[in-house]
C-alpha cells in the first residue's frame, strides 16, 4: 500500500481483449472539490454506466475523473450491408425506360446499381451488451489500477515537495522566534530614545517606562501565533504519511497557517520579522497551490 497521500492528477488506460473484441478504457483525471465522472462511452455501453461508476466511487476519493471508452471489432466489421431491392429495382425500370425513349443502350448491370446512393446502406449489428458487459469491467479495472499507481506516485512528489516546504517554514519561524525575543528589550529602548528627545530636562520613573515597554511589547508578542503555528506544522506532517485522502484536512490547515502569518505580521515590530513574515507568506501560499492537487 501506498504510505503517500494521493494525488488527484493522473492518467490510466486498461485493453481487454478476446478474439472477436478490443475494449479500450482511458481515464484522465484532474483535482475537483469531489469525484465528478464524465463518460464518454459507445451507444451500446450505455447501460453499463452506472456499474463502471459503481466500480470508480469505491476506489477513488476525490478528483473530475474523464473515462473514455472505445470499442473495436475484431474478425468481422460489427456492421452488415442491406440492399434497397425496392429502390434498385426502381432504378432498372427508369433506365430502360429512358434508353427506349432516348434510343441509347441503357442496361445497368449491378455493380452500378451498387453504386446509386441508398441502394446499399451499412448497419451495425446487433449487440449482445451481457456479453460485452464483463471485458468492458475487465478493461475498466485494469485503468483504474494504472489510474491508482500514477496518483499514487505523483501524491508521493508532492508529499516529498511539501515536506520540505514546511520545513522551510519552520526554519522562518525559528528566525521569528528568535527576533521576537529581543522585541521587548528594543521597544524599551526606542521608549527610553524618545523621551530622552522630547524630554532631556526632565527626569523619568523608571518603573514607569519599564510598565509602558511591557504593554508595548505584549502587544508586540507573538508567542501564541508561533504556538498554533508550529501546532499545525506537526499536523500537516502527520497528515502528509497517511495514504487516506487528506487534502480537505490539509487545506483547512493551511488557512489557519495563513491567518496565524497575517497575526504575526499585523503585530510586526522588527524589520527582520517583517521580512520573514513576507516569506512565509509567500511559502504558505505555495503549500496551498500544492495541497489543492491532493486528493
Not at 501506498?2 to 493522473?10: A, D, L
Not at 530622552?196 to 511591557?214: F, H, K, T
Request: glycine share 6%; hydrophobic share 40%.
Amino acid at each position: 500500500m501506498n504510505n503517500f497521500c494521493n494525488s488527484m492528477t493522473g492518467y490510466g488506460r486498461g485493453v481487454d481483449e478476446s478474439p472477436d473484441l478490443r475494449v479500450t478504457i482511458e481515464l484522465r483525471s484532474v483535482n475537483h472539490r469531489f469525484l465528478d465522472l464524465s463518460f464518454k462511452l459507445p451507444r451500446v455501453w450505455m447501460a453499463l454506466e452506472s456499474q463502471m461508476s459503481g466500480m470508480m466511487r469505491e476506489r477513488l476519493g476525490r478528483g473530475r475523473v474523464e473515462v473514455f471508452a472505445r470499442r473495436e471489432q475484431l474478425g468481422n466489421s460489427g456492421s452488415e450491408a442491406r440492399v434497397d431491392v425496392g429502390l434498385a429495382r426502381s432504378i432498372t425500370e427508369e433506365a430502360v425506360r429512358l434508353a427506349e425513349e432516348l434510343r441509347i443502350d441503357g442496361s445497368l448491370g449491378v455493380r452500378e446499381l451498387l453504386r446509386m446512393p441508398g441502394v446499399v446502406t451499412m448497419c451495425d449489428v446487433p449487440v449482445d451488451v451481457s456479453n460485452e458487459g464483463p471485458s468492458v469491467l475487465a478493461a475498466l479495472d485494469r485503468a483504474i489500477v494504472a489510474l491508482e499507481e500514477m496518483r499514487a506516485a505523483e501524491g508521493q512528489r508532492l508529499a516529498e515537495d511539501l515536506t520540505a516546504r514546511l520545513t522551510a517554514v519552520e526554519n522562518h519561524i525559528d528566525i521569528i522566534e528568535t527576533e521576537a525575543a529581543a522585541v521587548p528589550e528594543q521597544i524599551a529602548v526606542r521608549i527610553r530614545r524618545r523621551v530622552d528627545e522630547l524630554l532631556e530636562q526632565l527626569e523619568v520613573d523608571p518603573d514607569r517606562l519599564a510598565q509602558e515597554a511591557a504593554i508595548l511589547a505584549d502587544k508586540a508578542g507573538v508567542d501564541e501565533e508561533i504556538t498554533r503555528l508550529r501546532s499545525h506544522l506537526a499536523a500537516a506532517s502527520d497528515l502528509l504519511k497517511q495514504s487516506e485522502p487528506v487534502g480537505r484536512r490539509l487545506d483547512f490547515l493551511v488557512q489557519e497557517m495563513n491567518r496565524e502569518t497575517n497575526t504575526i505580521g499585523s503585530k510586526s515590530a522588527s524589520v527582520v520579522i517583517s521580512g520573514r513574515v513576507v516569506e512565509l507568506k509567500s511559502e504558505v501560499e505555495k503549500i496551498r497551490e500544492q495541497v489543492a492537487n491532493l486528493e
